[in-house]
Nanobody, 127 residues
Framework: EVQLVESGGGLVQAGGSLRLSCVAS????????FGWFRHAPGKEREGLSC????????YYADSVKGRFTISRDNAKNTVYLQMNNLKPEDTAVYYC????????????????????WGQGTQVTVSS
C-alpha cells in the first residue's frame, strides 16, 4: 500500500520555524521526485519546492525562496521541509507528493502529474 505521511505541522508565532517531514512507503522512494505544496482556504493549491531523485537539484517558489529548505534522506524514505521566518500568510495545509517523472525544475512545482499525495498537515502562523 502506497503511503505518504506528513508530520511536523502546528501553531507557531510569526518569525518562528517548523520542520515538516514526509515518510513514504509502498513504492521505490528514490525513483521519485518529491514536492511540497500548500493549500490555504480560498486560494489555489501552491507548489512550494521540489527535489530531484538524488537530492542534488532543488527548486523553490519565489514566495518561500530563502526561507524554506527542502531535503531528502533516501535511506529513511523521508523528505523534509525546513521552514524559517514563518509569516501569517504561510498558514495552510501542507502536502507532500511524489512524481515518477524526471526532475523539471519549475515545472515540477505544478501539481498535475504527481502520482501520490499525503493527507496533509496543518501549519498555522499567528501574528
Amino acid at each position: 500500500e502506497v503511503q505518504l505521511v506528513e508530520s511536523g505541522g502546528g501553531l507557531v508565532q510569526a518569525g518562528g520555524s517548523l520542520r515538516l517531514s514526509c515518510v513514504a512507503s509502498g513504492f521505490v522512494f528514490d525513483a521519485y521526485v518529491f514536492g511540497w505544496f500548500r493549500h490555504a482556504p480560498g486560494k489555489e493549491r501552491e507548489g512550494l519546492s521540489c527535489i530531484s531523485q538524488s537530492g542534488g537539484s532543488t527548486y523553490y517558489a519565489d514566495s518561500v525562496k530563502g526561507r524554506f529548505t527542502i531535503s531528502r534522506d533516501n535511506a529513511k524514505n523521508t523528505v523534509y521541509l525546513q521552514m524559517n521566518n514563518l509569516k501569517p500568510e504561510d498558514t495552510a495545509v501542507y502536502y507532500c507528493a511524489a512524481d515518477l517523472r524526471w526532475f523539471r525544475s519549475g515545472s515540477s512545482l505544478l501539481p498535475g502529474g504527481y502520482d501520490y499525495w499525503g493527507q496533509g498537515t496543518q501549519v498555522t502562523v499567528s501574528s
